[in-house]
């Protein structure tokens, strides 16, 4: 799962910041669809999503920090060309890596005890990760100029593309950390590298950018990125000490190279379809719409990023270890099913939460300057929730070796999503990039919910679907209802799985 994860202290994270991961206890066991014990651990779940929330807090508030530095400092205009630049460097993030992203987690995550193993992973996923974002660097590097008038129609901005080169192999290199932390569930450990890069970041950008403006805010790029691969890699070492691991487990290895590159192949692909996708539409509307208009859709898709990357950040490393060691179809589905509830009472009750509060939330992170952004965003949560329902049973299609589909259903949606918002842009403006997001992001439940029904079994049962329509209700009342009411249908999600718990005791104390 690639297609939107923002590493905390990335380049494409000065406007899109999100927390990183997350780990937790061990998995409640998993019986079935109506046994307790088949709710893959709510209580653990949400738990452990509390204890995410520290690295999302932090990350949390270094963006709004920096949304209101940018807003306040460089202006819509300005801020759009920034998020152009991020944008591009966040599209090559996810070539260079060659896909070394949640397929490091999943191979460290199949066997985390064998000290061998996990150093193969550290020491070549780091050295691939590092050279081959140095080797792109050197190939751009001379272009910078032209880079900048393509982004953004004018040459003058080659200066912070080239710093945004020169910060890629940091970020590769500790985003490859990051994965295998993952894999090995520190979430404590992960937290704190996630916290201090956080805090120490904004104490950069906060001078550099009143200082320089643009070229500041690339240096604090620049900046974070050596801090975030100095916490991330002495959390990893301390994991690896605690485990009475020393420098002799890490190693190259060529048979793990190839493990790495094969999953990578798939995640790379995914990733350049959905980045670049991002990047072909929001350059078609930086030329079409202007660079107002392209501002005022960053502060959606921002807002749609920090949140979307804080679900997909504990899908890799909650969900995924647990999905991956189920074999069973019937615990599978048990299973999958457990993490659609799960997922729809922290998400589902989050994007209703959203929608309600739109208006605040534009003026909050942004300024009055960003209002007519508040319009747009509900429709952007309408995509992310096809997004949360889809990958709830999709994450099995990667875990279990379903890789082709997987990559399928990935390329459809930015196919989609780049036609439509082409072909409609001059007719609804900015809305158009939200609205062909939106419908396409359709196409995850719609074509990976079948084929993991047909490959694994797995059928959603009566609480998830009743607990889908339940959480669109939530969005849809939050939309259309004035004022403070529209915060009443944020509870929709919650009664819903409270109801449902009362009726099952009920059933059950009366079969008894």
Not at 19 to 48: C, H, K, M, N, Q
Not at 115 to 122: D, E, K, L, P, T
Not at 185 to 212: D, K, Q
Request: aromatic share 8%; glycine share 8%; proline share 4%.
């Amino acid at each position: 799962m690639t297609e939107v994860r923002v590493d905390p202290g990335t380049p494409e994270s000065i406007e899109q910041e999100a927390a990183a991961a997350l780990t937790a206890a061990e998995p409640a066991p998993v019986a079935s669809d109506s046994s307790p014990a088949a709710r893959f651990g709510l209580v653990a779940f949400v738990r452990a999503a509390g204890l995410l929330s520290v690295s999302a807090v932090a990350n949390l508030l270094r963006a709004i920090i920096t949304a209101k530095l940018l807003a306040v400092t460089l202006g819509p205009s300005t801020t759009g060309v920034l998020v152009q630049i991020l944008n591009f460097s966040a599209f090559l993030s996810q070539i260079i890596p060659l896909g070394l992203t949640i397929g490091v987690s999943k191979l460290v995550a199949d066997n985390p005890t064998n000290r061998s193993r996990v150093g193969a992973v550290i020491a070549t996923s780091s050295v691939i990760a590092f050279a081959s974002a140095t080797t792109c660097l050197i190939v751009l590097a001379p272009f910078t100029g032209r880079i900048s008038y393509v982004l953004t129609g004018s040459d003058r901005y080659a200066l912070p593309v080239l710093l945004i080169l020169l910060s890629l192999p940091l970020y590769n290199a500790a985003g490859v950390l990051s994965y295998v932390i993952q894999g090995l569930s520190e979430i404590r450990r992960l937290t704190i590298a996630n916290v201090a890069t956080a805090a120490a970041s904004v104490v950069a950008l906060v001078p550099l950018i009143y200082a320089y403006g643009l070229v500041g805010a690339t240096v604090a790029v620049v900046i974070a990125g050596g801090l975030q691969i100095i916490f991330f890699a002495a959390e990893l070492w301390r994991a690896c000490v605690a485990r009475g691991w020393s420098l002799s487990a890490f190693h190259v290895s060529r048979t793990t190279a190839r493990s790495l590159l094969r999953y990578g192949g798939v995640l790379m692909a995914a990733s350049i379809g959905s980045w670049g996708s991002l990047l072909v539409v929001r350059t078609v509307g930086i030329h079409v719409l202007g660079g107002f208009a392209n501002g005022i859709y960053q502060v959606v898709n921002g807002v749609s990023a920090q949140y979307m990357a804080v679900f997909i950040g504990w899908m890799a490393a909650y969900v995924l270890p647990r999905v991956v060691a189920e074999r069973d179809p019937s615990r599978l589905s048990a299973t999958l099913n457990s993490v659609l509830r799960a997922n729809l009472l922290i998400m589902g009750t989050g994007l209703a939460l959203v929608v309600a509060l739109r208006e605040p939330v534009v003026r909050v992170l942004y300024t009055p300057d960003f209002a007519s952004a508040a319009p747009i965003l509900p429709i952007q949560v309408l995509g992310d929730y096809a997004r949360v329902i889809g990958w709830s049973f999709g994450i099995a299609l990667f875990a279990h070796g379903r890789t082709r589909a997987y990559l399928i259903a990935m390329l459809a949606q930015d196919l989609l999503w780049l036609v439509i918002s082409t072909s409609t842009m001059r007719v609804a403006g900015t809305a158009a990039l939200a609205m062909g997001y939106s419908l396409s992001s359709l196409a995850w439940p719609i074509v990976m919910y079948p084929l993991v029904r047909r490959w694994f079994g797995v059928r959603i049962n009566r609480e998830g679907a009743v607990l889908c329509v339940a959480g669109l209700a939530a969005i849809a009342g939050a939309l259309v209802l004035p004022d403070v009411v529209s915060l009443v249908p944020v509870v929709a999600v919650p009664t819903a799985i409270l109801v449902i718990r009362k009726l099952a005791q009920r059933q059950a104390v009366h079969r008894a």
